[in-house]
């Protein structure tokens, strides 16, 4: 069969207005859809634990089909992957929430902690870590992730609390112990390890080691 050398007719490409939104708007659409599939990953975690938190509970989850989820993440580690960053920027974005006032106190600090401790993302996270012990793959995820959240974590800390400059071993010291202490105390409480009644005494005399461990107010 010949080649037609009819001319084809195409229809002509309207320019685009100047200062038309159309990429900016599908970006944000894109970004919406990943934190809510982030979300879903989340709350699935939370929900069905680790081993059984699959792409299509998720999918199911985020209210999306499994092909628009793996429009976003081509497959369940990227999605992990995604989801650990996000409750390491949460942890990132609480604490400095907490710290970035002009005045430090220790009562407010603890307690602003002890919150964010309450919610689903640190359940989540805290699922994630127990599965990591077993799981070589997820492991492999979790671990420079957790190196890349202490660096930031410290650099942040360091910038946050400029009077615990003269004293650095004790800053180490509080910050360890009130992660420590806050962290398994939220663990407990989850397991039922750890009596409700005993919560507030812990946090009071956690207060009192962290204000010894402090510099002087005129260093």
């Not at 390491?88 to 106190?105: C, G, S, V, Y």
């Not at 671990?143 to 800053?171: G, H, I, S, Y």
């Not at 360890?176 to 039922?192: D, F, N, V, Y």
Request: hydrophobic share 45%.
């Amino acid at each position: 069969m010949a080649l037609s050398r009819t001319p084809v007719t195409r229809p002509v490409r309207q320019p685009r207005p100047i200062g038309d939104k159309g990429p900016q708007l599908q970006a944000a659409k894109a970004a919406q859809t990943r934190a809510r599939l982030i979300d879903a990953t989340v709350r699935c975690l939370v929900k069905h634990g680790y081993a059984n938190t699959t792409t299509p509970k998720v999918a199911e989850e985020a209210g999306l089909s499994r092909g628009a989820m793996m429009h976003h993440f081509e497959n369940g580690t990227a999605l992990i992957k995604a989801a650990i960053a996000e409750l390491h920027d949460k942890r990132l974005r609480a604490f400095r929430r907490a710290a970035d006032k002009p005045d430090h106190e220790v009562t407010d600090l603890v307690e602003t902690y002890w919150r964010q401790l309450q919610k689903p993302a640190f359940i989540a996270f805290h699922e994630l870590a127990v599965a990591a012990r077993t799981d070589a793959d997820l492991a492999t995820i979790l671990k420079p992730l957790q190196d890349e959240f202490r660096e930031k974590f410290n650099a942040q800390a360091e910038q946050l609390f400029p009077e615990w400059a003269a004293v650095p071993a004790n800053f180490d010291l509080a910050m360890t112990l009130s992660q420590t202490i806050l962290e398994g105390m939220a663990i407990s409480l989850q397991t039922g390890a750890m009596d409700a009644a005993k919560v507030e005494p812990m946090l009071r005399h956690l207060e009192g080691q962290i204000g010894a461990l402090a510099p002087p107010a005129n260093t």
